[in-house]
Each structure stands twice: as structure tokens, then as C-alpha cells.
């Protein structure tokens, strides 16, 4: 070990004042989202039956720098900044040179990064007088992370949480439930859209998908419900830059230079744009050369799998047409653990940045993604989300294939949440039952 600290913080006031958004700096526009009747490019009052204002203005929006309500800030408190560590053990039993960082987002109440976007999307709806919020769930980790700002900002929260999920998850149920959300497997028998895919899939596993096609539809069938959705959309990307701009000033404040390489895990994108993106910003305005991996699962490999052109978000076609990286709207995925991964296409300014040839990608089968969490929870005593284990995995297969070519890397992985709750998990891949999928 060095005299480097194994954990590096930061004060409270160094907790962002602006989101980033990367659309300002990217080499061609991003496209824009297409009205699904009209397939004209859409305009704030189309997106206004579902969203706030002030959200519709951060999705439509081209500017760099967007300033968090101070009030946004003040809950952010409760656990950002969030730690940046040094990963000496990993590093030993990996018998790499390079110095291993990673962002740890599980300090949240809720124990991810959902919680960077869920309280600012309840913020602006209280502000807009709506007193109801829905939205669906993979894992489990956005519908606590709603529930949670819901429950700062006196909103009733709804939750659509994806079959597979929500029976082999109790724990992320309970602790919704907790924050006094109303949880309802999907699909359900709640709406159209629910009832006529059980009709045609009478015993599908779920997905996003099917979910976020229940939630817009009673968030449209209610006036005082808005919709809320945890990651794909760029106010949602917007919102987890607080992350990546956290770890620049961290590696700075012990004289580290830019990562060589930067692993997250990629689902439907924002842990992914969180991370990356201010580093992204360093490479398009600064010439630096930072190497950004998006670590997908096997299972559903929206990006080196999948085509990149415009699609529904979801399994009814309820949502506006997005140009995105994607396995068609009706993909259902192995029910595999990495609940939060399993959505068929990838948010549009991740897609964008990919098309452009900013960021690699990679596709991780399960066991290996299981593999590495363990190992990383051995050696650094956090036990990581099954997402986060993707990206833990990119990692150290990276550091393995590079040998003496890693030797004086700086690489950072992006650990977006604590796996307590995935426990059972984890009991499956040591019990050797785990599938490969």
C-alpha cells in the first residue's frame, strides 16, 4: 500500500451544483424522440400528460449545465457525496500493478444510484401539484428509490415490479412497501395493458417492458398522476451525473490522474451515463483518453447485440418512438438475477455516444458476473448488486488479459449498489445451481 487513503470523500459543499448533460457536447445531435402517431420529432406539450415541466424541459434540453434545486441538494445530503475507494485488496489477489478505484453508490437510503433521479423527479411533480407517482421496476432498486422521494415529498408512489422480480425479491417489496408504496406484480390484472400480455403470455416472467407499459397507462388515466421512470430518458442520465463529476474531483483531491479505463454496468443506461459522461466530457473538451466500457448482460445485450434505431420504450407502444440501441420492444429476457439489467433497449444518449464510437461494450454471462462479485466482496468486504457485479467483472477481465499492458492503469469501476437484498442470489451461484445464462 501507498500513503494514498483507501477511502477518499468529500465535504458536503462539494456536492454538485449543476447536472451535466452531454447532448451539449456530442459530436452529432442526438436524435430526437418521435411522436408515435404523428412520428414528428416531440414537443414539450406531448410530453406534458406524463411528466412535470420542469422534467420535460431537462428531456428536451441542449444545455451543458443544469443547476439542481437547492432543495434537490439538501436531500442528497443524507449520503452524498458518496465514497470513492481505493481497491488495494482486489488488487493483490488480482497480482495487478494497476491502481483499482471504485464509486460506491450503495450508501443511499435505498442502497443504489436510483436515488440521484427519484428525488429530483418527486420534487418537480410536488411542484407541479401532482400527488401521485407511478412507475415500474426491474430489481426492485428504483421502485425503493420512488417510494423514498416519495415519501420526502408527500406523494402516493405506485409500483409495477416485473414478475420474475417481484417473486424471487421479497426484500425490495418490503422495503417499498416500507416507504408506504403500493407494489403489484406485473403483469397484472390493474390494467389493459397488463391483462391482454397475461392473455397472449399467460406465464411469461415479465419484463421493463411489460411494466413500464401498466404504469403509463395509469399514470395517463389519472389527472393527478404523472409517470416515473428510472433510467433510459435524458432527464434521468441527466440527473446521475452527480456521480461521475463526484469521482473526477476525488481522484483529483489525492492527485490521481484521469482513469485509463472506466467499467460500468448497463441496463438501460443512467448508472452507466452517471459514471462516464463527465468523463466523457474530459476526452470531447479536454483531449484526454478515457476508455469507457459498458458491461451488459449475456442475457440482454442491447448494445452488442442489438440495432440501433428508433423504438418503443415498451411492450404496448404507449411511449414516444426513441432512437436507441435496441432487441425490439416484445424481447423478453432470461429471468436472469441482474433484475435491473434485463430492459430491451438502451437510453438514447448512451446509444447516441455509442454510435458515435465514444464508448465500448462488452457482454457478461451470469456466473462470471457472480464470480467477480465475489471475489470483490472477499477482498473489499462490500458485497456488490447483481449489476454492479457486471461491471466488477469487465473490470478484472480486463486487468487479467492486459497483464504487464495494465501496469501503470488507472482503472475505475462503477459499483451503483450494496447487494444485501440480493443475498439469495448469491446463495444460488455458490450452491452451484446458478444458470449461465
Not at 415479465?206 to 428510472?230: K, T
Not at 442520465?237 to 452527480?242: C, D, M, P, S
Not at 428508433?310 to 404496448?316: E, I, M, R, S
Amino acid at each position: 500500500m501507498t500513503d494514498q487513503p483507501t477511502k477518499i470523500l468529500l465535504s458536503e459543499d462539494q456536492i454538485p451544483t449543476h447536472w451535466y448533460n452531454i447532448a451539449a457536447d456530442l459530436p452529432s445531435p442526438v436524435p430526437p424522440h418521435l411522436h408515435p402517431g404523428t412520428k414528428e420529432p416531440v414537443k414539450p406539450e406531448d410530453l406534458a400528460p406524463i411528466f412535470p415541466p420542469g422534467l420535460v424541459e431537462q428531456e428536451l434540453s441542449t444545455e451543458r449545465w443544469i443547476e439542481i434545486p437547492e432543495q434537490v441538494r439538501a436531500i442528497y445530503r443524507l449520503w452524498r457525496p458518496a465514497p470513492l475507494y481505493r481497491a488495494y485488496r482486489l488488487e493483490a489477489a488480482l497480482g495487478t500493478r494497476a491502481r483499482v478505484y471504485y464509486k460506491y453508490e450503495g450508501a443511499s437510503p435505498i442502497g443504489s444510484h436510483k436515488a440521484n433521479s427519484s428525488v429530483p423527479q418527486a420534487f418537480y411533480n410536488q411542484q407541479a401539484g401532482i400527488t401521485r407517482l407511478t412507475t415500474e421496476t426491474g430489481a426492485g432498486q428504483w421502485g425503493a428509490a420512488l417510494a423514498f422521494a416519495c415519501s420526502v415529498f408527500g406523494l402516493d408512489c405506485d409500483v409495477w415490479q416485473v414478475r420474475n422480480s417481484y417473486q424471487t425479491k421479497p426484500y425490495r417489496r418490503m422495503q417499498m412497501e416500507t416507504y408506504g408504496a403500493r407494489v403489484t406484480p406485473s403483469p397484472s390484472e390493474r390494467t389493459e395493458a397488463g391483462r391482454a400480455i397475461r392473455e397472449r403470455f399467460p406465464d411469461t416472467s415479465g419484463s421493463l417492458g411489460m411494466a413500464i407499459s401498466e404504469a403509463v397507462e395509469a399514470a395517463v388515466g389519472d389527472p393527478q398522476a404523472n409517470y416515473s421512470l428510472g433510467s433510459v430518458l435524458n432527464h434521468v442520465a441527466l440527473h446521475q451525473t452527480v456521480i461521475g463529476q463526484e469521482a473526477l474531483l476525488q481522484l483529483a483531491a489525492v492527485g490521481e490522474r484521469l482513469p485509463d479505463q472506466v467499467f460500468a454496468c448497463a441496463g438501460g443506461g443512467s448508472n452507466l451515463a452517471g459514471l462516464s459522461f463527465p468523463f466523457l466530457r474530459e476526452n470531447l473538451a479536454n483531449d484526454a483518453a478515457v476508455r469507457v466500457v459498458a458491461c451488459e448482460p449475456a442475457a440482454c445485450p442491447s448494445l452488442t447485440k442489438g440495432e440501433y434505431r428508433y423504438d418503443f420504450g415498451d411492450t404496448a407502444n404507449l411511449t414516444p418512438l426513441l432512437k436507441m440501441y435496441t432487441l425490439g420492444a416484445d424481447f423478453v429476457p432470461d429471468p436472469v438475477h441482474a433484475g435491473g439489467l434485463r430492459f430491451h433497449g438502451m437510453a438514447p444518449l448512451v446509444s447516441a455516444a455509442y454510435d458515435q464510437h465514444l464508448l465500448d461494450a462488452v457482454a457478461i454471462k451470469q456466473r462470471e458476473a457472480f464470480a467477480a462479485g465475489v471475489l470483490f466482496s472477499r477482498c473489499e468486504g462490500i458485497i456488490p448488486a447483481s449489476e454492479s457485479n457486471h461491471a466488477i467483472a469487465g473490470a478484472i477481465a480486463h486487468l487479467q488479459a492486459a497483464d504487464d499492458d495494465a501496469a501503470d492503469q488507472v482503472v475505475l469501476i462503477g459499483v451503483s449498489g450494496s447487494g444485501q437484498l440480493d443475498l439469495p442470489a448469491y446463495a444460488d451461484y455458490l450452491s452451484d445451481e446458478m444458470l449461465d445464462a
